[in-house]
C-alpha cells in the first residue's frame, strides 16, 4: 500500500477520498487553486499545495502543475477523483511517465472509452446492445446534419469526450439541428478540449441504470450491482439508488454479464461503471463507460458495506479483489440526493455566495459527503454540488421516509440551493411509485415547481418574531453601551408615551410582498396584523437562530437564519427561512434599513458572474418577450439571457469575451 497519496480534484470527492486514505493511514496532500485557498479539503488533507490560478483549466485541468505538485510533495499515487483529469488518458500517461502510480484504469483502456463513439463500436465487437445512431469520423455539419437526417427525430448530440450532461442537446426537428450542434461543439470544446460528437436515436420515456464493475490485475472482474439514475435536470443526475426497482432477477443479470463482457474487452483494471439507458420494458443499450469513481458510489457502499476508494487503493498498489463474486452480498435500499446551489425556480441557474449556517443531519442509515464548512464560499469558476446526502433503509419506502427526515434536518443559509425542491421530489407520486424516467422532473415540473402566491402566514409569524427579537438585542447593546441606559431612548421595547408602538413591515419573497403591522401594547402584548386579521404573537428564539413561535391558535418552530454581514446600524434582515424540509428566501423591506439600489428603468441585470460568450442582438433592435439576447459561461455551463418582455435594446454594456459580476447591468431594454 501507498503511504503517501496526492488527491488531484477538490470539493467533496477530495474529502471522501481524504477520509479513506487517513483511515489506512496513508499521507494526504491536497492541491488547490487560488480560490481554494481555504477550503475544506485543503483544511482536510496533511499537507496542500497551490497549482495556480481559479479557472479550471489553469489549474485542475493543468497535468504539469499537478504532476509537478506530486514531484515537490513526494508522493508515490495520484487520485483523480471524477471530472477533471480523471478520464484523460494523457494524464495518466503522464503520472507513469513520471514513475507515480495513477489510481484508475490503464491509459489505453481510458483511451477506449474516453472516446464515446470509438467506444460503442468497441462495445458492438463484444456483443453488448447499443443504442442506434452514429459514431463516425466525419464530423462536418453536412455530414453530421445527412446521419442525422438518417437517425430520425427526435435525436440526441452528444460530445464524443463528454459527461456530467456537458455538450449535449436533444433535437425534435430537423430545422433546430444546426444550431444545437453550434452550442454542443462550444460546450465540448469549452470543457473536455474536444468538439466532436456522435448522434444517437433519442428513446421515449428511457431510464437510465448503470453497473458497478471492479476489475484487479489478476483477471478478477466482478460486478457490485447496479444504479438507477433516471431523476436527472439538464442531463445531470439528481437522485441516485440501488438497487434500481423494477427489474426482474433476469433482467439484472443480463446487466451485470454485459457490463462484465464490456470491461474484460478492454482488459479493464480498477473501478469503472457501465451505463446503459433503458426502455420501460425493460431492454437496455450501453450508452457510456465511466473509466473512474462516481458521484453515486455511495448508494453502493451503503447496500454492500464496501468502501470502493479503499478497493481503489488497493487494486492500483497491485492487490487482488478484496472480495469476488460469491462473497458480494447487496442488503436494504440506498438513495442519494445532490446538494446543488442552484434555484430551481429560474431553471435550475446556479447560485454563488457564503455559506451563513449550515446544519446537517445524523443518525442510522443516514451519510453526508460534502466538500463545504460553515462559512465557506460557493465560487462561479466549479461545479454549483455542495454536497451529498445518502441514505440506507430496508427497503425502497423506509429510504424515502429517512431521506425526507434527514432533508427536513438540512440547513445551507446563504444562497439559493434545491434542498426543498428535493423534499418535493421524493414526495412526488412518481418518484414515490418508483415510475421512473430521465423525463420526470419536466413531466411533473408543476407540482415540483409550485406557484407561490402568497407568503405563507407561518413564515410570516416567523420573520416578524425574528424581527422583534433582533431589534430588542441591538437596542439592549445599545442601551448598554449608552451614557444614560435609563433614557427612554435607549429602552428595548417599543416606548410610546400613553400609545402602543406600531410598525409597519413588508417581506419580500420571490418578488410577492407582503404587508403587515405589528402593534405592541404597553403591556407588552404583540398582535400581528395580516390581510385584515388580527394575530396575538408570542414566541421565544433558541439556538442558531431558531425561533417556536405562536400565532392565534397555531405553533409553529422553525429557523430565520441571516445570509448577508451587515452593521450594527444595519442589522441583517435578509433571511433564509426553514420550516421542516421547506425553504424561502425572505428580505425585510424598511425605508432605513433596506440597503438595495434601485437599478435605471429597464436595466436587465446579470443573474450570476460569468463570462459572456455571445451577444446576439445590437443596440435599436427590436425584440419579443423571449428572444436570446446574450449568453453567459459560469460554472461549466451556457445559460441564455432571455428579453423579459418586449422592446428595444437602448444600451449594451458589455461584448463578447467580458467577464461580469452578479447583478450588474447587462443591457437596456425599453
Known sequence: MFSKLLIANRGEIACRIIDTAQRLGIHTVAVFSDADRQARHVRLADEAVPIGPATARDSYLNSARIINAAKISGVQAIHPGYGFLSEQAAFAQACVDAGLVFVGPAPRAIAAMGDKAAAKARMEQAGVPVVPGYHGQAQTTQALFSEAQRVGYPLIIKACAGGGGKGMRVVTRAEDFIAALARCRHEALSAFGHDSVLLERYLQHPRHIEVQIFADSQGHVVSLFERDCSIQRRHQKVIEEAPAPGLSPTQRQAMYDAATRAAKAIDYVGAGTIEFISTQDGAFYFMEMNTRLQVEHPVTEMITGLDLVEWQLRVAAGEALPCLQHEIHQHGHAIEV?????????????????????????????????????????????????????????????????????????????????????????????????????????????????IVTALPTAVVALCTWAFLHTESHRRQQHAQRSTDPYSPWASVHGWRLNAAAQQDLSFVCAELETHIRVITDTTGHVTLHLDNNELALNGTAEERQAYQVQYGDQTVRGHVIAVHDRTDALPAYDWHVFIDAQQWRVRLKLPSLDGSSTSSLGACTAPMPGKIIAVHVAVGERVSAGTPLMVLEAMKMEHTITAPHEGTVEALYFSVGAVVQEGVALFVLA
Open 338 to 450: 445532490r446538494i446543488y446551489a442552484e434555484d430551481p425556480a429560474r431553471d435550475f441557474l446556479p447560485q454563488t455566495g457564503r455559506i451563513a449556517q449550515l446544519d446537517l443531519p445524523s443518525g442510522e442509515g443516514i451519510r453526508i459527503d460534502r466538500g463545504i464548512d460553515e462559512g465557506d464560499v460557493m465560487s462561479a469558476h466549479y461545479d454549483p454540488m455542495m454536497a451529498k446526502l445518502i441514505v440506507h433503509a430496508v427497503d425502497r419506502a423506509a429510504a424515502i421516509d429517512r431521506l425526507q427526515q434527514a432533508i427536513g434536518q438540512t440547513r445551507v443559509a446563504g444562497l439559493i440551493n434545491n434542498l426543498d425542491f428535493l423534499a418535493r421530489l421524493i414526495q412526488c407520486p412518481a418518484f414515490k411509485n418508483a415510475a421512473l424516467d430521465t423525463g420526470l422532473i419536466a413531466r411533473e415540473s408543476a407540482t415540483l415547481q409550485p
